[in-house]
């Protein structure tokens, strides 16, 4: 049998560059991942769908998320003076989704036909110094090939059979969403047939918004997929959940039951795939439903004080008096630098040992609880490295697998365990300190425009 011929397999994605473009956010909207804009010296280039809409019918409207351009939201203005009868309220849902809205230009947009625009979690942007891939997501590329089948005058019989065809062979299941590699994504619109050349790959701007919050406040951060659910990765969730549930808390004379169900549903995401997102819902869900489970696991010591040190710059020195102070109020290990000598510990540094120092005392020296330790020490401390500038990066994993191993070698002891634990990982010399990266690696995306 022969194999079918594709016209499309040669043709390439186009890449958006940020090159001589700014990323801004609307101050009015701090918290908002639908109010920002790119743009360069002369004008908008690139905003949410959102911004199609008026701001007074925004706050109110159901709006999916993708990307438009300047020259599609010129063209919504015009729309109302094109269609007969229209009001906002009336029209609304023209707006709402990707398909209404190509339609929409398509009928109304004097010409302007909409272009697609492929948001990509670039690989490394978290800092991390691990090789990675680029991705995209699932739900986004399942609603975008009908459209661009449709737009190359190749339309689907079934469009929306289609599209769930390649959502649940991608696994999608309910309060999970998956992402797929820049390879896999090639590989699928040629199985399609699809012109790449109508594609135009955009590093997704809430995600690269949500790392420069993250470098600076080491918090996790969420994303939107194309419904506007807020989502976030697997790492970043597990992340924030052992933030909420076990940072601040002094686990001292806590059962054992109640550290297993908390340490728990802290490592419930440990076990899914490499790449998937979730609910941001879900995961506060999980989060609460362990604090009513056990509302008093931490025995009125969680402290409300920021002792993550969000509000200070990833570079601010903190004294290791504090630090010990911290250690000693909360009954964590104390990591003692063999080769190094710290009056001063900076911010990022610190929130990395008293990560790992939470983690080695909730299990404290219970053998039940070790299937959770590496997992949770990988995702946290991975999700941490945006906030690590690039020299170090190297010796927090050194550090990481000291204070692991130490964490192990006292699972099962039923002696005291030891407060002050060697370290003997050093820092890297360097001629000045140096701050934590801006940019990640782009892997697959050269800078083109």
């Known amino acids: ?11 390439k994605w186009k890449i958006f560059s940020m090159s001589g473009k700014t990323l801004g956010k609307d101050p009015k909207y ?21 911004y199609a809409l008026p701001e007074n019918i925004r706050k109110t409207q159901k709006m999916n998320y993708f990307l438009i351009d300047y020259n599609e939201l010129r063209a919504v203005e015009q729309v109302e003076s094109r269609v007969p009868g229209f009001t906002w309220k009336t029209y609304a849902d023209l707006f709402e989704t990707l398909e209404t809205f190509a339609k929409m230009l398509e009928m109304f947009g004097g010409g302007v036909q909409k272009k697609f625009y492929l948001r990509v979690i670039s690989a490394n942007v978290m800092g991390d110094e691990q090789s990675g891939e680029s991705r995209v997501f699932v739900d986004e590329v399942a609603i975008m090939i009908p459209l661009l089948r449709e737009q190359q005058g190749t339309p689907f019989e079934n469009a929306a059979e289609e599209q769930d065809k390649i959502s649940k062979r991608f696994h999608q299941l ?10 896999e994504l090639e590989n699928l619109l040629k199985e399609y047939d699809v012109d790449k050349s109508l594609v135009t790959l955009v590093d997704d701007p809430v995600h690269v918004i949500g790392w420069k ?10 994303v939107l997929n194309s419904y506007s659910t807020p989502i976030i990765s697997k790492k970043q969730a597990i992340l924030y959940m052992f933030q909420h549930l076990v940072c601040g808390v002094n686990w001292e004379g806590v059962p054992l039951s109640m550290r297993s169900h908390i340490i728990g549903v802290v490592g419930m995401c440990s076990a899914a795939p490499s790449g998937v997102y979730l609910a941001f819902d879900a995961v506060i869900n999980m989060i609460v ?15 409300k004080v920021d002792i993550m040190y969000r509000n200070r710059s990833p570079n601010d020195l903190v004294g290791y008096d504090e630090y010990k102070e911290i250690a000693v109020a909360f009954n964590l290990p104390l990591y003692i630098f063999v080769n190094m000598k710290l009056p001063a510990l900076p911010v990022w540094m610190l929130r990395a040992l008293l990560t790992l120092g939470w983690l080695h005392s909730i299990v404290q020296n219970d053998a039940n609880l070790e299937h959770f330790v590496a997992g949770i020490a990988e995702a946290t401390i991975t999700a941490l490295m945006a906030t690590i500038p690039r020299v170090d990066r190297k010796f927090i994993r050194d550090v990481q697998k000291e204070a692991l191993n130490h964490t192990l070698k006292q699972l099962g002891l039923k002696e005291e365990q030891r407060k002050a634990l060697d370290v003997y990982a050093q820092q890297q010399e360097k001629k000045s300190v140096e701050k934590p990266e801006k940019k990640g690696k782009r892997p697959g995306q050269d800078d083109k425009s």
Not at 34 to 50: A, F, G, R, Y
Not at 175 to 183: D, K
Request: zero cysteines.
């Open 30 to 50: 701090p918290n908002s991942m639908t109010n920002w804009v790119i743009s360069n010296d002369k004008s908008l280039q690139l905003l949410p769908s959102h």
């Open 174 to 183: 309910a309060q999970f969403f998956s992402t797929i590699t820049l390879n």
């Open 289 to 303: 439903l362990a604090k009513q489970i056990y509302p008093n696991f931490h025995n009125g010591k969680k402290t």
């Open 1 to 11: 049998m022969s194999k079918p011929t594709h016209k499309n397999d040669d043709t």
């Open 213 to 222: 919050s993250l470098e600076m406040t080491g918090t996790p951060f969420k």
